[in-house]
């Protein structure tokens, strides 16, 4: 399979709590990224790292990324209702071919008020 | 920022008809757009690599007959899926831009 693991696959919270999300991927890669897709809808380009970093923050956003292990996490802080989504990571292998992305097979979050 | 332009957002269409969905580029030029494919509750898996002015690069188990890519301009790539049948029903969506991160709306397919 091309795609990713991601996990959990489901994850309720309550409103102010902080949800992790991870993500194991199998090849080599360029960078990675997160997106979060609410029901329905089209893809939001959260964040993205590359593979010479480890950590990486945006607002509410820390992501990680450790290529030994080949996985990294997705944290966010202080969740809000309005959090609740789908989120995905996706890689782009080495030597990518301009845009080509790998997705993992998403965590639903659901952040309850 | 860039942004990509999907359309329609939904269709429904009868079986064994051919349904044409549209990409766009809106402020930038994309030699290359990306079409995936989500079925529900699933994650998005990569149809094809549509390249401006050349044939499209379709990834394996994706009929290249059944989903005709056509990238004519730099702003504009369309997925026609021809004979349509209930299992090709899904959530259709393109990406683009230079890094491909730039994703459109999405097109709800539902073939009846």
């Known amino acids: 399979s091309q795609q990713g693991e991601e996990d959990p696959q489901a994850l309720s919270i309550q409103e102010g709590e902080n949800a992790t999300m991870n993500c194991s991927y199998k090849t080599s890669i360029n960078n990675l990224q997160w997106y979060r897709q609410n029901s329905g809808r089209g893809l939001v380009h959260l964040i993205l790292?590359?593979?010479?970093?480890r950590e990486k923050h945006s607002g509410r956003l820390r992501v990680t990324l450790d290529t030994s292990k080949k996985s990294s996490s997705l944290l966010i802080t202080a969740s809000r209702a309005a959090d609740t989504a789908s989120y995905f990571c996706?890689?782009?292998?080495?030597?990518?071919?301009?845009?080509?992305?790998?997705f993992g097979q998403g965590t639903e979050l659901s952040v309850k008020p | 920022g860039a942004v990509v332009s999907q359309h329609p957002s939904r269709v429904i269409c009868k079986s064994g008809t051919s349904v044409k969905i549209e990409c766009r580029s809106l402020?930038?030029?994309?030699?290359?757009m990306f079409w995936y494919r989500q079925f529900p509750k699933q994650s998005l898996m990569l149809m094809a690599t549509s390249n401006e002015g050349s044939k499209a690069t379709y990834e394996q188990g994706v009929e290249k007959d059944k989903f005709l890519i056509n990238h004519a301009s730099l702003t504009l790539s369309t997925l026609t899926v021809t004979s349509a049948h209930p299992e090709d029903s899904s959530f259709y969506i393109c990406?683009?831009?230079?890094?491909?991160?730039?994703f459109g709306s999405g097109t709800r397919l539902t073939v009846v």
């Open positions: 996706a890689t782009a292998r080495l030597y990518n071919q301009g845009g080509k992305l790998i």
């Open positions: 402020d930038f030029q994309a030699t290359t």
């Open positions: 790292i590359r593979s010479n970093e």
């Open positions: 990406s683009a831009g230079g890094d491909g991160y730039t």
